[in-house]
């Protein structure tokens, strides 16, 4: 096998979305490869450099050739607003496939021999000895900082180092920060903080390759709260919980919450809590689908089906991070109902109105009805999801899949 061809050169694209745009892409399979083709015009796709035929090598730093299709979707889906695709030419990569070049340490060598991915570490404060860190400025680099660490320390038992670069605090950058605002920032973050770091070395190779070093491609080390997977099969009762849409009291987004889970039912079985918030659906992120859209792919799915979800905690905590609870939720790519050979399937169909799962729609209601959070209550106020429409047939577009098989858009 030939390691690597002086002709051959992956290009790194770093596409921005806003929140609801799609990156304006398809992603195809072909034998091993994945395609990118049908651009948009105009999209962060084209702004970022993609071109129709780019085979992808890597998403998000992580190597994806022989990488299950659905698996490689998801992670794309669930990345957040920014997605770095390292690709070749399709003539590009067609030569290095005849030749026999070694695919992946192609796509390592242009990372540079002492990389390593950044960390998004969450230390817990010790009641005495604090982070079990200090922070301070870099001799020489306007706004950049490293960090000392105290052995066995919080810090250390949350996974940095000594000498790290420190990234990011809770969500902000602490190159636009002077000294005094990051230790203020430090301090008053309660009894925990969450920071992005990285060793120097490869901080060194993320700015040969003009590359921001963010959560989105850093592995994650103690984080407090994650996402859960549940399987459920559909019980004599149906599957025992309500799904509604509400609104958030300080910003008015839309979520979808889990409520009213029965005694017994297979959903309580499974895991299911009241207040639970709704993120994929066998798989696929549905944040920001409709209400109706999601009610229909639980129906469709038929006697089984797989959710993931976060508690409302939990939900606050990656919303105060600026990063999606599915991001480091590796489950969701691949971990579906597909896989539940084993599990007991009803003998008949049942009535849709004996399915134990309810969607909240009820037709004939002429209005929504907004109910008011009382005071010292959760921040969560409701809106009900009954609407007078009917559930519509069309896929939202980022979930819109072609009669083509392993063919998507995102």
Known sequence: MILSDPSVVPRLCHLKRSEGQSFGFHLCKYSQAFEITDLDPWSPAEHSGLKDGDRVLEVNEEYVVNMDFNRVARKIQSCGLHLFLLVL???????AVSIGVDL????EATKGDHWSRPRL???QKHPKHGLGMTVVSVDGQKNQYMVR?????????????NGDRLIWINGLMVSTLRYSAVIKTLKKRGDSVTVLVIDSDSESCYIRRKMPIMPVVAQSCSLPHSAKTMNLVKGSDGYGFLLRQEKLACTQQKVHVLREVDMGSPAEGAGMEDGDLLLAVNGEPIESMEHED??????????????????????????????????FHEDCSHRCINNWEEAPLRKQDRKEADSGFHSGYVPELPETVRIQCPPGQSEYCTESSYLT?????????????????????L
């Open 89 to 95: 030419k399709r003539e590009e990569y067609e030569w």
């Open 104 to 107: 992946k340490f192609l796509a």
């Open 121 to 123: 570490c969450h230390i």
């Open 149 to 161: 660490t105290v052995i066995d320390g919080p810090a250390e038992k949350a996974g940095i180092f």
């Open 294 to 327: 999601i009610v229909r792919k639980i129906r469709q799915s038929g006697d089984k089906v797989s959710l993931t979800a976060i508690s409302i905690p939990g939900r606050d905590f990656y919303r105060e991070l600026g990063i999606s609870p599915l991001l």
């Open 389 to 409: 429409r009917e559930i519509s047939e069309d896929l939202s577009p980022l979930t819109k899949i072609s009669e083509r098989t392993h063919y998507i858009y």
